[in-house]
């Protein structure tokens, strides 16, 4: 059997860039079998995915994969730790080889580096007294993660230069981050793909994972860009120009691709449209009180008194989360919580990894491969899901809460479906 090649993925809709990347892993790897471990029905930035994780694993599986399993709810709607985090335990328990990401920079080395110093653990030491200290500010994790890698850096340039000692016991890349200063570009923790994968290569060391980082540098638009680049679109560009007029994306996808989704929007499967919820999330939130809402995964600082005012003072829910969002809460991040609260999902369900995948997609290619990874046993692979019942108690009750989504998710289809939907559902062979 040749080696894999794992990707996380959303393929919201699979488009050229995402042809050219499974392209490029194999022009790079040679013989390889990929596998996308690819978002189920809800994506990270908190909203339905524009197609259903079964068309859009189908589309994949034509258009290059071998193998397309999921990357089930709430992980796949979570912020970039946990879903990297989730990501990596899956392709670590298939048995990847390799863990193949899109990249701004294409630098692996700096990401190696920048990554070594995210998880030293004198640095995480600052970064949470940072994070702790700038809590009351209005700006984002993230903003303040860049910012103290930064300081921090100068700092250890600054000691350098005064001929301090730098070699602390728990700072023991200090020397050769200085040494090498040149060859790294501390700049790429502020790109959106670089950014996911310096999470990829963390949770990678995190749980002590033997699969090997491969960036490969992204071609044309970028991951928030709306606009064409190179002949290249991103897919929120993509899902935002099939707004006006469906057949203009045509030229951004391959065509079996834009044949599979053009399937999809005219038997009514696509796209899905969170505002037919409007009023059950308005509802939610405007019913239930502040205190009870605390419970909920990453309702931190205080948002749940906000949401509930924020709510009760919205119409809709284009109007709620504009209202809701803030430098620290972005459109994204409230989206997120809103998903978490209406599912019941806890800050405790983020923490555990992922004890199951699905099977979405495969070729035959892909089919010979799963029969190997059922065998090692490392990860609950389920093909039926309504077979989900058969499984240890922690697969079902993290099983249960991707139902929960799907329930959301199926009120949103362009022909609504009763809640049990995808417990129906099998995987697309190709």
Known sequence: MPKIAAIICEYNPFHLGHEYQIKEIRRQLG????????SGN???RGEFAFADKYIRAEAAVYCGADLILELPYPYSC??????????????????????CFGSESGDIYSLEKISEILNDSEFIKIL????????????GYAEIRSDTLKKYIKQLYSKKNHGENINTKNNIYSREI?????HIDFDIIDKSNDILALEYMSAIKRQKSSLIPV??????????DSDETEGYMSASGIRLLSENNFKLIRKFMPDKSYEVFEGAVKNKKAPVDERYIDSAVLSFFRLNLPENLSEYAEMTGGIEYRLAECASKSISVEEFYERAATKRYTNAKIRRIIKFAMTGVRQSDLKKLPEYTVVLAANERGRALLKQIKKTEKITV??????????SDIVKTQFELSLQADALFTLCLPERKPAGEYLRKT???I
């Open 31 to 38: 013989d390889i079998c990929v596998v996308g471990i690819m």
């Open 42 to 44: 809800v994506t990270q």
């Open 78 to 99: 979570a912020s970039a730790e946990y879903f990297s985090s989730a990501g990596v335990k899956i392709a670590d328990s298939i048995g990847a080889d390799y863990l």
């Open 128 to 139: 949470s007294y940072e994070a702790l200290r700038r809590e009351n500010e209005n700006r």
């Open 178 to 182: 200085c040494e090498n200063s040149m």
């Open 215 to 224: 960036a490969v540098k992204r071609k044309g638009a970028g991951y928030n």
């Open 382 to 391: 389920i093909t039926k899901p309504s077979s989900y019942r058969d499984y």
């Open 427 to 429: 995987p697309i062979i």
